[in-house]
């Protein structure tokens, strides 16, 4: 049982980790605004209500707190339009995501945990005396990476771990000074108590990060609250006699500073949740690293003091952590373009709004007017997607009932796919182009006599463009997954390709028949210890063979390039390959990122290193252009495309290439964490 229960736990953060909302560079900046607007609205509540509150019970002023920020968010959802039952998805969102019993556990468990930490808190700052005066707060953020270490095995770089340990040395102050006035056992229990918290709170920011995909910051709020609300009742009930006691000394003021209490926490929440829309969970985490400073200052302020030294080096230690912290992860981020942005699934997307509009049309529930109000922008999007495709190299989109091929300029293809937003053709309509100058510089190392093998082939971008370049080459394209495999037939057929054979196996380090997943949101296939914790998912039996085993089986004479995309499957794909690049030596050209070996375990650094050790140097091409960027990307991404050629079957190749190409070292900007 605790072992299912231990699996289960590592599948969920891992699948956190994956699938948390991915950020936009450009409104990082709003996630760390709403966390510290957030700490700001716990500190001022803390400072300028809890002295008056406090004159209440505890368990009087719980109730009155929780109450009030429930109706609060109560009274939001309903002038916002939001609805606060957890049923609101589709059929098919529950599929791909977590079902409706799953969410409500969910946030029942996310918001447990967050009060019986608060509750917690309070308690032991009212009875014991130790929270407030000597409890270290805020070492969030290093908690958070050190089980991210622990857990995930997660890689961060240098500056990382120096921003965090300075933040948290900053945090440790005011613990450090408060203990020599405090007993040992004050300063321990303290101490043990804040860590215990920050523990919590790496839990809770876990689950925050896959709640808020799927329900809006009001609703997980409210039930947060609805949550305290039940629990203040329980405690009440058990402190009765108490509260009875104390009725008739109980003052209105007191009564108003719970109030304003509640609406300040239901604010901080609102906040909190929208934060993670935003920014990475790490950022959020550094963020409260800000609560002790804000605190001290508003006690000040209102208290009329001076900022104390300890104060001042706090601050600055803090601020100091935090904003290399900031810089290293808005640096990360220039590296992970490849990785797809994401939206709350709760909110409808344009296709789901213009089938939701056909449906109430349909119905009758919407009049002509508003029927058409919403298909006027379905036809401009028609005529501003030929405006997209003026910068691109998109020729030509052709519409057919249920399907839609693209033409492209400078090549002779005619290719279909679906919505999936990994297929070739949407690459090159979103960015402009696609491996346009690795292909270029593939055609000169390629022969009319070569024998050619892509896999991941997909919808056969790279095998197509090749055959109509090389009509007498041999070109063996291996796509596993059914759908991209059916237009990769399809698209072979379309364009007249003979010389192109389609294999509908997974390249891998062994053979058999085993059971991949496909993962609804990037259509990949993937292992089931990646696929995670879907309620529900498509599984794909999918038969696994090795390179060597094909190169036997196949009686292949010679072997010349092997090119692909594998989501991480890379070095499996050369551990089976063994025999065949020792015997054949070919070029060896794949686009890899970081993040997605890591799923399978390796770093870019091993796959160099086993390369180096067949006599191959890995080389990355002199882009003299790329996709299309923002304007605001200043920074150069890292280049993900890596050509291996061996050191003495391609020597006259590199003499030749010399001035296109330059060589890289295993560790050369590999650290993406």
């Given at each position: 049982?605790?072992?299912?229960?231990?699996?289960?736990?590592?599948?969920?953060?891992?699948?956190?980790?994956?699938?948390?909302?991915?950020?936009?560079?450009?409104?990082?900046?709003?996630?760390?605004?709403?966390?510290?607007?957030?700490?700001?609205?716990?500190?001022?509540?803390?400072?300028?209500?809890?002295?008056?509150?406090?004159?209440?019970?505890?368990?009087?002023?719980?109730?009155?707190?929780?109450?009030?920020?429930?109706?609060?968010?109560?009274?939001?959802?309903?002038?916002?339009?939001?609805?606060?039952?957890?049923?609101?998805?589709?059929?098919?969102?529950?599929?791909?995501?977590?079902?409706?019993?799953?969410?409500?556990?969910?946030?029942?468990?996310?918001?447990?945990?967050?009060?019986?930490?608060?509750?917690?808190?309070?308690?032991?700052?009212?009875?014991i005396g130790i929270v407030s005066n000597s409890a270290l707060f805020g070492s969030d953020a290093l908690i958070y990476a050190l089980l991210m270490c622990w857990i995930l095995k997660e890689k961060r770089s240098s500056l990382d771990w120096l921003g965090i340990l300075i933040a948290t040395v900053g945090v440790t102050i005011p613990f450090v000074v408060n203990s020599f006035s405090s007993s040992i056992l004050n300063a321990v229990s303290g101490g043990l108590i804040g860590l215990a918290?920050?523990?919590?709170?790496?839990?809770?920011?876990?689950?925050?990060?896959?709640?808020?995909?799927?329900?809006?910051?009001?609703?997980?709020?409210?039930?947060?609250?609805?949550?305290?609300?039940?629990?203040?009742?329980?405690?009440?009930?058990?402190?009765?006699?108490?509260?009875?006691?104390?009725?008739?000394?109980?003052?209105?003021?007191?009564?108003?500073?719970?109030?304003?209490?509640?609406?300040?926490?239901?604010?901080?929440?609102?906040?909190?949740?929208?934060?993670?829309?935003?920014?990475?969970?790490?950022?959020?985490?550094?963020?409260?690293?800000?609560?002790?400073?804000?605190?001290?200052?508003?006690?000040?302020?209102?208290?009329?003091?001076?900022?104390?030294?300890?104060?001042?080096?706090?601050?600055?230690?803090?601020?100091?952590?935090?904003?290399?912290?900031?810089?290293?992860?808005?640096?990360?981020?220039?590296?992970?373009?490849?990785?797809?942005?994401?939206?709350?699934?709760?909110?409808?997307?344009?296709?789901?709004?213009?089938?939701?509009?056909?449906?109430?049309?349909?119905?009758?529930?919407?009049?002509?007017?508003?029927?058409?109000?919403?298909?006027?922008?379905?036809?401009?999007?028609?005529?501003?997607?030929?405006?997209?495709?003026?910068?691109?190299?998109?020729?030509?989109?052709?519409?057919?009932?249920?399907?839609?091929?693209?033409?492209?300029?400078?090549?002779?293809?005619?290719?279909?796919?679906?919505?999936?937003?990994?297929?070739?053709?949407?690459?090159?309509?979103?960015?402009?182009?696609?491996?346009?100058?690795?292909?270029?510089?593939?055609?000169?190392?390629?022969?009319?006599?070569?024998?050619?093998?892509?896999?991941?082939?997909?919808?056969?971008?790279?095998?197509?463009?090749?055959?109509?370049?090389?009509?007498?080459?041999?070109?063996?394209?291996?796509?596993?997954?059914?759908?991209?495999?059916?237009?990769?037939?399809?698209?072979?057929?379309?364009?007249?390709?003979?010389?192109?054979?389609?294999?509908?196996?997974?390249?891998?380090?062994?053979?058999?028949?085993?059971?991949?997943?496909?993962?609804?949101?990037?259509?990949?296939?993937?292992?089931?210890?990646?696929?995670?914790?879907?309620?529900?998912?498509?599984?794909?039996?999918?038969?696994?063979?090795?390179?060597?085993?094909?190169?036997?089986?196949?009686?292949?004479?010679?072997?010349?390039?092997?090119?692909?995309?594998?989501?991480?499957?890379?070095?499996?794909?050369?551990?089976?390959?063994?025999?065949?690049?020792?015997?054949?030596?070919?070029?060896?050209?794949?686009?890899?990122?970081?993040?997605?070996?890591?799923?399978?375990?390796?770093?870019?650094?091993?796959?160099?290193?086993?390369?180096?050790?067949?006599?191959?140097?890995?080389?990355?091409?002199?882009?003299?252009?790329?996709?299309?960027?923002?304007?605001?990307?200043?920074?150069?991404?890292?280049?993900?495309?890596?050509?291996?050629?061996?050191?003495?079957?391609?020597?006259?190749?590199?003499?030749?290439?010399?001035?296109?190409?330059?060589?890289?070292?295993?560790?050369?900007?590999?650290?993406?964490?």
């Amino acid at each position: 049982m605790l072992k299912k229960f231990w699996e289960y736990s590592l599948n969920y953060i891992h699948y956190v980790k994956n699938h948390q909302i991915l950020v936009n560079p450009h409104k990082r900046i709003y996630g760390i605004i709403y966390t510290l607007i957030g700490w700001f609205l716990i500190a001022f509540s803390l400072t300028v209500f809890t002295p008056e509150s406090s004159k209440l019970p505890l368990s009087l002023s719980f109730l009155i707190t929780f109450t009030t920020a429930s109706l609060f968010l109560y009274i939001i959802s309903r002038n916002g339009g939001i609805s606060l039952k957890v049923s609101l998805m589709s059929d098919k969102d529950q599929k791909t995501h977590f079902d409706l019993s799953s969410r409500k556990i969910l946030i029942f468990i996310r918001g447990f945990i967050a009060i019986i930490s608060y509750v917690g808190l309070a308690v032991a700052d009212k009875f014991i005396g130790i929270v407030s005066n000597s409890a270290l707060f805020g070492s969030d953020a290093l908690i958070y990476a050190l089980l991210m270490c622990w857990i995930l095995k997660e890689k961060r770089s240098s500056l990382d771990w120096l921003g965090i340990l300075i933040a948290t040395v900053g945090v440790t102050i005011p613990f450090v000074v408060n203990s020599f006035s405090s007993s040992i056992l004050n300063a321990v229990s303290g101490g043990l108590i804040g860590l215990a918290a920050s523990v919590f709170m790496s839990i809770i920011f876990f689950l925050n990060a896959v709640i808020v995909r799927h329900e809006p910051a009001t609703r997980v709020a409210f039930y947060q609250c609805l949550i305290g609300t039940g629990i203040a009742i329980l405690i009440s009930i058990c402190t009765l006699s108490f509260i009875l006691k104390t009725l008739p000394s109980i003052s209105l003021s007191s009564i108003l500073s719970s109030i304003w209490m509640g609406i300040a926490y239901a604010l901080a929440l609102i906040c909190f949740f929208r934060a993670f829309l935003y920014t990475e969970i790490i950022l959020i985490a550094i963020s409260g690293y800000a609560f002790d400073p804000m605190a001290a200052l508003l006690n000040n302020f209102f208290g009329g003091a001076v900022c104390s030294l300890t104060n001042g080096i706090t601050i600055a230690l803090i601020t100091i952590g935090t904003a290399i912290l900031y810089y290293e992860e808005s640096r990360h981020s220039k590296k992970r373009k490849h990785l797809k942005m994401t939206q709350p699934i709760y909110e409808s997307t344009i296709a789901e709004e213009f089938e939701e509009n056909d449906q109430l049309f349909q119905k009758g529930q919407i009049s002509t007017d508003t029927y058409l109000a919403k298909r006027k922008l379905f036809n401009e999007l028609l005529f501003k997607i030929s405006e997209e495709m003026i910068d691109t190299d998109v020729k030509k989109i052709e519409l057919e009932k249920g399907q839609v091929y693209f033409s492209f300029f400078d090549s002779d293809l005619k290719l279909e796919c679906d919505e999936d937003l990994q297929a070739t053709p949407l690459d090159i309509l979103n960015f402009g182009s696609y491996w346009k100058e690795e292909l270029a510089f593939i055609f000169d190392l390629c022969t009319s006599e070569s024998t050619i093998l892509d896999f991941s082939a997909q919808v056969g971008w790279l095998s197509l463009n090749l055959a109509k370049k090389f009509p007498k080459a041999t070109l063996y394209s291996f796509e596993a997954n059914t759908d991209p495999y059916s237009h990769l037939q399809r698209n072979i057929k379309t364009n007249a390709c003979s010389n192109v054979e389609p294999i509908n196996i997974r390249l891998s380090n062994r053979e058999g028949i085993e059971n991949f997943f496909l993962l609804p949101e990037d259509h990949i296939l993937t292992p089931q210890k990646n696929a995670l914790i879907y309620s529900e998912i498509s599984k794909i039996e999918c038969k696994l063979t090795t390179l060597d085993a094909f190169v036997s089986h196949k009686e292949l004479k010679s072997l010349d390039l092997i090119a692909g995309h594998a989501i991480g499957g890379e070095l499996e794909i050369l551990q089976g390959a063994e025999k065949a690049i020792d015997q054949f030596h070919p070029i060896i050209f794949f686009e890899l990122f970081e993040d997605f070996c890591l799923e399978y375990d390796y770093s870019i650094s091993d796959l160099v290193h086993f390369l180096q050790e067949k006599g191959y140097q890995g080389y990355h091409l002199k882009l003299m252009t790329h996709q299309k960027k923002s304007e605001n990307e200043k920074e150069e991404e890292a280049n993900p495309y890596y050509f291996f050629f061996h050191k003495e079957k391609h020597q006259e190749l590199l003499s030749r290439f010399q001035e296109r190409i330059y060589e890289i070292e295993p560790d050369d900007e590999l650290d993406l964490h």
